[in-house]
């Protein structure tokens, strides 16, 4: 069931991808639209299946693979909010070209060929709105380069002693210092629960069976959705415990940033074992490792013992209390880190 508040969201977006446009016309496109919900490791198209529609991302994160005629896949695009894709099938009846899979849970909207044809006969405006937009995107060309920075970052204690209200407080003014809009938040559990005025809500079991489940993931998700749309980065404080907002938050981030302090066990935590390696194969939101050391440590020592235990995309050695290594943490996060290579 559509709400008001994914209206705004839908309505943001096609104005952010159309430009200025008359109501009327944006009244004629939204009727045309269909909501698509994707979770994390699900495919919208596949390589060589019949293209009949395209897709404007509202919220979430995909990326588009490659089968190549030895069977190797190769990684061609990602795509956040507001991008368009499989716009080609609108144009023409050649085969999809990629196939793409949801890296996290993703909100989609889908533009039917016959409901595209219905707007070039019943509305000039919006017609050539979109067919300009979209002549655009496909002289534009696109490479694996092409990866967008990541918006929604969830916060993972996976040991005892992570301060972590203190170090999210302090990255998010980072990255407020050095992300284009500095628009900035930290959400947690309590967040949602006083913004949807229910106390627990957050916590609540993910995808239980019954209806009143399915429509507290989706009051969720829809809160989330207006949050992401309206900030530059989203940090998403998990709880220390594998609570059902702990997998709400590994679901719906671009990556996944476990904080661990590097004096306790590196044994995997609960919340590892029951949301991350369990996940499908195609959700592919990274995980980044933060060990956390004491601020008069020179040597981080042991690292190879946390790195032996989970697959993560990379590792960073952080002394929460030093500014500069907080400045540092907040420059690689918001991928605008600076590196030397020796050769």
């Known amino acids: 069931m559509q709400t008001h508040s994914q209206d705004r969201l839908l ?93 996290r849970d993703s909100v989609l909207v889908r533009l039917s060929k016959p409901a595209f044809q219905r707007l070039l006969e019943n509305s000039v405006q919006a017609s050539i709105a979109l067919t300009r937009q979209l002549i655009r995107r496909l002289q534009a060309v696109q490479t694996r380069s092409d990866l967008a920075r990541p918006v929604t970052l969830a916060l993972l204690p996976i040991t005892n002693k992570v301060d972590l209200a203190a170090l999210a407080a302090r990255l998010a003014q980072e990255l407020r210092r050095i992300v284009q809009g500095g628009r900035v938040c930290c959400v947690d559990a309590d967040v949602v629960d006083r913004e949807l005025g229910a106390a627990g809500l957050a916590r609540s079991a993910l995808l239980a069976a019954g209806t009143g489940a399915a429509d507290v993931d989706r009051r969720i998700g829809i809160l989330l959705d207006g949050i992401e749309a309206a900030h530059d980065v989203v940090l998403l404080l998990a709880d220390a415990e594998p609570t059902p907002w702990t997998q709400r938050c590994s679901r ?49 020592q042991g690292t190879r013992h946390w790195l032996a235990r989970r697959p993560v995309s990379s590792h960073i050695n952080l002394r929460p209390a030093l500014a500069r290594d907080m400045a540092r943490q907040a420059r690689l996060l918001a991928q605008q880190g600076v590196g030397l290579v020796l050769a």
């Open 11 to 103: 309505d943001q977006q096609l104005l952010a991808f159309l430009g200025p446009i008359d109501e009327p016309a944006l009244q004629l496109l939204r009727a045309e639209l269909k909501w698509v919900e994707l979770p994390a490791g699900a495919t919208l198209m596949a390589q060589g299946e019949a293209g009949d529609a395209m897709y404007l991302s509202i919220s979430g994160r995909l990326r588009a693979y490659v089968l190549d005629d030895d069977g190797t896949e190769h990684l061609v695009r990602e795509m956040a909010r507001g991008q368009v894709i499989g716009e080609m099938a609108l144009y023409t009846d050649e085969p999809r070209s990629a196939t793409v899979v949801a890296i």
């Open 252 to 300: 719906r981030s671009d990556e996944i940033v476990l904080l661990a302090s590097a004096d306790e066990p590196p044994a995997l935590h609960l919340s590892e074992t029951q949301f991350l390696m369990r996940r499908s194969g195609r959700a592919e939101a990274a995980e980044i490792l933060v060990l956390l050391h004491p601020a008069a440590r020179r040597c981080p």
